[in-house]
């Protein structure tokens, strides 16, 4: 077993019942949340509040449970096997990214260049897909399974807009060390500006933050409630992001985010439709004499 993993002298307690699995699901959403490099076990510790020694247990169950792997090499922690076969049984249900997929084709059929769809897994958001378009020079500044904090890029920064002001708040602020520590183009400043630009102009803008020569435009995706649900998001070379071509692909992005959420209204509508045998019963007893 890795030098990581070896027994701790420090005691730690003992942990049972739903504490122990809350604790255990949390380290493996912060480990989830750095899919392609890992995180080492001093970043779990310091993220997660909890004591090394605990960590180290916990992190020992998920890899028995094939949840989490630890690189030989590096000793950097990652999401194991199970993980993915999970997510792909999840995403089989849940699917909501197949309500996505006839948009972002129409998307990246109609503009050429690529198109993408994001959530939000609490203070970060994950890209699901990326679609891409005929344009010959293509960016690659995102792909399918890459995670950034809330705000960077113009999908990330579509959902973040979109949220209360003081959950944007919290988010800045949970957020600010490594916004700061990896992303110098997203002080909180200047990431509070571009929310406030997202309102004005009604969809969100990176202008080459994270790479130089890559733009993209997004907007949110909701709920029936409000909620965010996602967002959807176009990304071209910036010789194709003129101010007038930016406008004419957020009107798209508009069009194709309400049809997903026609499409989530009708899925919803299916999931919950009221028992007839019910429904029968209560009129029985309303006119028997």
């Known amino acids: 077993m890795a030098e990581d993993m070896q027994h701790d002298s420090v005691p730690t307690p003992d942990l049972s019942g739903s504490q122990s699995?809350?604790?255990a699901l949390r380290l493996l959403a912060l480990v989830g949340r750095e899919t392609a490099s890992g995180l080492p076990l001093s970043e779990i510790v310091e993220d997660s509040g909890l004591n090394k020694p605990t960590v180290r247990r916990l992190l020992l169950a998920l890899m028995r449970a094939g949840l989490v792997e630890q690189e030989a090499r590096t000793r950097r922690y990652h999401l194991g096997e199970e993980a993915f076969v999970l997510g792909l049984l999840?995403?089989?249900?849940h699917g909501l990214l197949d309500l996505a997929m006839p948009s972002l084709r129409a998307l990246s059929d109609t503009t050429q260049d690529t198109s993408f769809f994001s959530i939000r897994r609490d203070r970060f958001v994950i890209c699901l897909h990326r679609e891409e378009g005929t344009w010959p020079v293509r960016t690659h500044a995102l792909q399918a399974g890459d995670q950034h904090p809330l705000g960077v890029g113009a999908g990330s920064l579509a959902m973040l807009a979109a949220l209360p002001d003081d959950e944007i708040a919290g988010m800045i602020e949970a957020n600010r060390a490594v916004l700061d520590a990896r992303y110098p183009a997203y002080s909180p400043t200047q990431l509070r500006a571009?929310?406030?630009?997202?309102?004005?102009q009604g969809f969100a803008l990176n202008p080459g933050h994270i790479v130089a020569s890559s733009w993209g435009v997004g907007v949110p995706v909701r709920y029936p409630d409000g909620r965010v649900a996602g967002a959807l998001s176009i990304a071209a070379i910036d010789s194709r992001m003129q101010p007038q071509r930016q406008e004419e692909l957020a009107a798209l992005l508009r069009h194709e985010a309400r049809q997903v959420e026609t499409r989530i209204v009708a899925l919803l509508e299916r999931r919950v439709k009221p028992e007839q045998p019910a429904h029968n019963e209560i009129r029985t007893a309303e006119?028997?004499?």
């Open 21 to 23: 699995v809350d604790r």
């Open 90 to 93: 999840s995403g089989q249900r």
């Open 194 to 200: 571009e929310i406030d630009l997202t309102r004005r």
């Open 287 to 289: 006119t028997t004499p």
